[in-house]
């Protein structure tokens, strides 16, 4: 893609850690193909300078965390029309279900007309409680070794131009 010059920006919010342990996972599996950016750095340009993307935040009160709604809200117009067809995935931390979360960012997708080309990730830490939830946050190894296998597939799929 002309002008396209980072492969796969993997934009990322968290509050109690989960969702930054994910989102670097997944760097780490997608190496230097992969660029980490937290969502309130994101501008449009660093979007249409990537191929392809991987949303990681948190689910809060069964939706979209506010910093991740933001750089939506901040970068869509200037975006629209410019980037479809690049392909996305999501990985969602959440406390009990994760989905509200993931339709939303399916939601502003499909309005880009970007690609879903994996399964959303959606790591369920079984927090209920307001303690729990405020908590720091690790994520287990067997879910970091799936944002890495993620970021990984991610990565090798635009080098090998599937997606």
Same mark, same amino acid.
Request: proline share 2%; glycine share 12%; aromatic share 6%.
């Given at each position: 893609?002309?002008?396209?010059?980072? +492969?796969? $920006?993997?934009?990322?919010?968290? %509050?109690?850690? !989960?969702?930054?342990?994910?989102a670097s996972a997944a760097q780490e =599996? #997608?190496?230097?193909?992969?660029?980490?950016?937290?969502?309130?750095?994101?501008?449009?340009?660093?979007?249409?300078?990537?191929?392809?993307?991987?949303?990681?935040?948190?689910?809060?009160?069964?939706?979209?965390?506010?910093?991740m709604k933001e750089m939506f809200d901040?970068?869509?117009? +200037?975006? $629209?029309?410019?980037?479809?067809? %690049?392909?996305? !995935?999501?990985?969602?931390?959440?406390?009990?279900?994760?989905? =509200? #979360?993931?339709?939303?960012?399916?939601?502003?997708?499909t309005g880009w007309r970007l690609r879903?080309?994996?399964?959303?990730?959606?790591?369920?830490?079984?927090?209920?409680?307001?303690?729990?939830?405020?908590?720091?946050?690790?994520?287990?190894?067997?879910?970091?070794?799936?944002?890495?296998?993620?970021?990984?597939?991610?990565?090798?799929?635009?080098?090998?131009?599937?997606?």
């Amino acid at each position: 893609m002309e002008g396209v010059k980072n +492969a796969l $920006l993997i934009v990322w919010h968290s %509050r109690t850690g !989960a969702s930054e342990a994910m989102a670097s996972a997944a760097q780490e =599996g #997608a190496g230097g193909a992969g660029r980490l950016m937290r969502a309130c750095e994101v501008a449009a340009a660093d979007l249409l300078d990537a191929r392809g993307y991987l949303f990681v935040g948190p689910e809060n009160l069964a939706g979209l965390s506010g910093e991740m709604k933001e750089m939506f809200d901040r970068t869509y117009y +200037a975006v $629209l029309g410019k980037i479809e067809g %690049r392909p996305y !995935a999501t990985a969602i931390a959440a406390g009990s279900d994760g989905e =509200g #979360a993931e339709r939303q960012v399916d939601r502003i997708a499909t309005g880009w007309r970007l690609r879903r080309v994996a399964e959303g990730l959606i790591v369920n830490t079984q927090s209920q409680s307001p303690e729990e939830i405020l908590a720091p946050k690790a994520v287990t190894e067997e879910q970091r070794q799936l944002c890495v296998e993620l970021g990984a597939s991610l990565a090798e799929g635009m080098r090998l131009g599937i997606f």
